[in-house]
């Protein structure tokens, strides 16, 4: 197994290859043990474990860490994942923190994949394909916006986010996070949290007025032609909505399938604006108690 106990860093490139092997279903790979492991894969390199478990983040009572870096076409191949989730005569636990990270045609190959409570899965143009993925931590496909596909059913449980950015082009567009799911897959939203996240100075109002303010264009189905199909409404009937922004405060925010997104929002004050704002309620103070003071003597005078 990888690092087990302390800390310690492993880095593949220029297509090297990390097999661990052992009987069927028993080969084991421990990202963060007990303490903090990181694998940082690039140029088509390969981590197989074959069909045993990979897990990232075991301990979270030993306050483990782990991280997988993937790029450049890097694959990664094992039975059961889990990114900051664990188990143990077949029962699940939660694990440490945990981040895995699919970016540049990384992908993902596995029976089942489950993100822990503190587990976070992104990265752009990532690739997932598994029977069964299960979210109970956070699921942000694009470090900015960006594209991820995923082949198998997706899940997400009590607690868990998926993150959805959006970004100005600065040519009156937008870019943002496309999840593909394909076709065939059984994608369950119901019980997590969707937050549409706004980046930089992304105008949240502007973005509404586009007409793209809608899952459809964040999450589809995708058949062998390559044809995009939307989500059917049931797969997100109980989830729970919010939308995010640094620039701009967004209140009474509401999404459905039927009447789109519904909110407020209005920029957010530069910290200059409201040095300048606290100083005129200050000077207006300061008037208002001069005023007060000189009243009683001009009365006096009359």
């Not at 490139?13 to 080969?27: D, I, K, Q």
Request: proline share 3%.
């Amino acid at each position: 197994s990888a690092f087990v106990k302390g800390n310690g860093t492993l880095n593949l490139a220029s297509g090297s290859t990390l097999s661990v092997e052992a009987a069927p279903g028993m080969a084991r790979a421990r990202i963060g043990l007990t303490g903090t492991g990181l694998v940082n894969m690039s140029g088509g390199s390969a981590l197989s474990v074959a069909d045993g478990e990979l897990v990232l983040a075991q301990s979270q009572s030993q306050g483990s860490v782990g991280t997988l870096l993937a790029s450049e076409n890097s694959t990664i191949t094992a039975g059961w994942v889990g990114i900051g989730r664990s188990r143990f005569a077949g029962v699940e636990y939660d694990g440490g923190v945990a981040t895995m990270l699919l970016n540049s045609g990384a992908t993902l190959t596995a029976q089942t994949v489950v993100i822990g409570s503190k587990g976070y899965l992104g990265g752009t143009a990532g690739s997932i394909i598994a029977n069964q993925i299960d979210n109970y931590g956070t699921f942000s496909p694009g470090n900015s916006p960006g594209l991820f596909n995923i082949a198998g059913n997706y899940t997400m449980h009590a607690g868990s986010r998926l993150v959805l950015e959006v970004e100005s082009n600065g040519l009156n567009g937008f870019n943002t996070d496309l999840v593909l799911f394909s076709a065939g897959s059984t994608v369950d939203l119901s019980a997590g949290t969707i937050e549409f996240r706004f980046l930089g100075a992304t105008d949240p109002n502007a973005f509404n007025a586009s007409n793209h303010f809608n899952l459809d264009t964040f999450l589809a189905l995708s058949d062998a032609n390559g044809v995009h199909n939307p989500l059917q409404p049931a797969a997100y009937a109980g989830t729970q909505f919010v939308a995010t922004s640094k620039e701009y405060a967004i209140t009474n925010f509401s999404y459905s399938a039927t009447g789109g997104a519904v909110f407020a929002a209005a920029p957010v004050p530069e910290p200059s604006s409201w040095a300048m704002m606290f100083a005129g309620i200050m000077l207006l103070g300061t008037m208002a108690a001069r005023r007060g003071k000189q009243s009683p003597a001009a009365g006096g005078k009359s």
